[in-house]
């Protein structure tokens, strides 16, 4: 069973920036692929940006494409979310998730019924 824990969220100004971090424990972390995903209040969670086991360059929704840069640390079980350019429209709940690529297949999935742990979610507030 792996555990996720999501922080760094917090409050900026639009055109600000902030990084999420999402440390896990309770598995062999590199057998991972991650996800950071997302729930604005009143509208379905979406897919942001996923990685996969073995790291390399991420896949990201259209929405932050750009902006945003997925990365991680597997010796320090973290996985990161770099969020520049912030603007109203990314204000949500942003989860991190975990689904198993023991085999470190190289196809990424962004839909997250393919993610199997979830974190419980760090909020994001971008004042205009």
């Known amino acids: 069973q792996v555990q996720l824990v999501e922080s760094g969220g917090g409050l900026v100004q639009a055109g600000g920036s902030l990084r999420l971090s999402c440390v896990a424990s309770g598995g062999t972390f590199s057998n991972y692929d991650m996800g950071w995903f997302r729930q604005a209040p009143g509208k379905e969670r979406e897919y942001v940006a996923v990685?996969?086991?073995?790291?390399?360059?991420?896949y990201y929704a259209d929405s932050v494409k750009g902006r945003f840069t997925i990365s991680r640390d597997n010796a320090k079980n973290t996985v990161f979310l770099q969020m520049n350019s912030l603007n109203p429209e990314d204000t949500a709940v942003y989860f991190c998730?975990?689904?198993?690529?023991?085999?470190?297949?190289?196809?990424?999935?962004?839909?997250?019924?393919?993610?199997?742990?979830w974190g419980q979610g760090t909020q994001v507030t971008v004042s205009s």
């Open positions: 998730a975990a689904r198993p690529n023991p085999l470190h297949t190289g196809t990424l999935y962004s839909g997250e019924v393919a993610y199997y742990y």
């Open positions: 990685i996969t086991s073995i790291g390399g360059s991420g």
